[in-house]
């Protein structure tokens, strides 16, 4: 490794805060070796968590019916896409949900709800799911509802909620052209309520919504002055009806570079690859595993993504493993089948040039 490289890590290691100069520099220098950088992350990885992975599956336990305004959100009042909308999904099928995450080796569950933030009957009614899931499934929470005030999540922290999800976003300055019916101070005031109840808190940022390099940065920095132990990095879905559609911003290499940045700035955080990582990573999903440390399995809110079986394979074929209970989908991490599409005809030749396209 280069030695710069042993420098970023020898600081990332310590408890010096990482240059933003250098910051800056892992997304715009175009002679940085990628290699180089992903190994240096990696190496800052495996020193505060192996080489475990931490899977999350997320519970859209509200869809749709939203009165916000986020430009990058389907199911936000300014949006048109042809999502299914639904009110809060009944106590017994989310408690069910939970059952089935956990025999599945899911790590934390979390429930994700629409809306600018619960009301203080809605607060009284998801503690109540949160202290039966704690009590009845025993598995790790955490709970993404809008704003709230530190009342609200004292509710939640009694009931056992783990932690508390509130991403920024972006950075405070672009803030005002993704969403005008929150401002990012209410954003960090739900932050703050989370953690002076003691919750854990869990904030992240959605790249390829038109920011500049500088505003990534800002977000890193941010997270880091909080000290937030969790941050899921999403790479935007192309959503058809929604304002903010496509800035064309995302390639795998730049999704990368970004997910380095964040380990090299909180390098004792948990980095999650969140939504976007199938279709703006591709190929170098494998990769994107030394700067992160925990994924989503069975899609986002309003789309679909790789199954559980794909995840754990993806994660066992690149030499890593799966963090929690996984008793059932050892077999997967054995396995050693020649697998490519589930498409017989490509192992016959025959086949092949006779049907170039089976
Ligand atoms: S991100 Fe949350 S608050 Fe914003 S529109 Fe979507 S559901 Fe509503």
């Known amino acids: 490794m280069d030695s710069d490289f042993n420098e970023w890590v020898k600081i990332a290691l310590s408890d010096a805060t990482f240059p933003q100069t250098l910051a800056l520099d892992i997304l715009s220098n175009p002679n940085l070796d990628l290699l180089c950088l992903v190994a240096a992350a990696g190496e800052v990885r495996m020193t505060y968590f192996g080489r475990?992975?931490?899977?999350?599956?997320?519970?859209d336990i509200q869809n749709g019916l939203c009165p916000e305004d986020c430009g990058y959100c389907a199911q936000s009042k300014i949006s048109d896409a042809p999502i299914k909308k639904y009110p809060l999904k009944s106590e017994e099928e989310i408690i069910q949900e939970a059952h089935e995450a956990k025999a599945k080796g899911v790590y934390r569950y979390c429930l994700v709800s629409s809306g600018r933030g619960p009301t203080a009957d809605r607060t009284q009614h998801l503690a109540h799911i949160i202290r039966r899931i704690k009590t009845e499934v025993g598995i790790q929470t955490c709970l993404s509802a809008g704003?709230?005030?530190?009342?609200?999540?004292?509710?939640?922290?009694?009931?056992?909620?783990?932690?508390?999800?509130h991403n920024l976003n972006t950075s405070e300055s672009h803030t005002p052209d993704i969403v005008t019916t929150h401002t990012f101070q209410d954003r960090i005031n739900t932050l703050k309520a989370a953690r002076s109840a003691g919750l854990d808190l869990c904030s992240g940022m959605?790249?390829?919504?038109?920011?500049?390099?500088?505003?990534i940065v800002d977000v890193a920095?941010?997270?880091?002055?909080?000290?937030?132990?969790?941050?899921?990095?999403?790479?935007l879905i192309p959503i058809s009806g929604n304002p903010i559609y496509d800035c064309n911003q995302l390639?795998?290499?730049?999704?990368?570079?970004?997910?380095?940045?964040?380990?090299?700035?909180n390098p004792k955080a948990e980095i999650r690859i969140g939504g976007g990582r199938e279709g703006h990573l591709r190929g170098l999903q494998a990769l994107a595993l030394y700067p992160a440390n925990s994924l989503f399995v069975e899609g986002y809110l309003a789309t679909r993504g790789h199954s559980i079986d794909q995840v754990y394979q993806l994660i066992y074929d690149a030499g890593f493993e799966v963090a929690g209970d996984v008793s059932s989908s050892k077999n997967l991490s054995s396995t050693s089948q020649f697998q490519l599409d589930n498409n017989p005809n490509i192992l016959?030749?025959?086949?092949?040039?006779?049907?170039?396209n089976p």
């Open 52 to 59: 475990q992975v931490m899977l999350h599956r997320i519970n």
């Open 147 to 165: 704003l709230m005030d530190q009342e609200q999540a004292t509710i939640l922290k009694a009931a056992g909620l783990d932690r508390l999800n």
């Open 206 to 215: 959605i790249a390829g919504m038109g920011e500049t390099d500088q505003d």
């Open 221 to 235: 920095y941010q997270l880091h002055q909080y000290q937030v132990p969790s941050i899921p990095i999403n790479f």
């Open 251 to 265: 390639t795998p290499q730049r999704c990368l570079r970004i997910l380095c940045l964040f380990r090299f700035v």
């Open 348 to 356: 016959n030749p025959l086949t092949t040039i006779n049907s170039p």
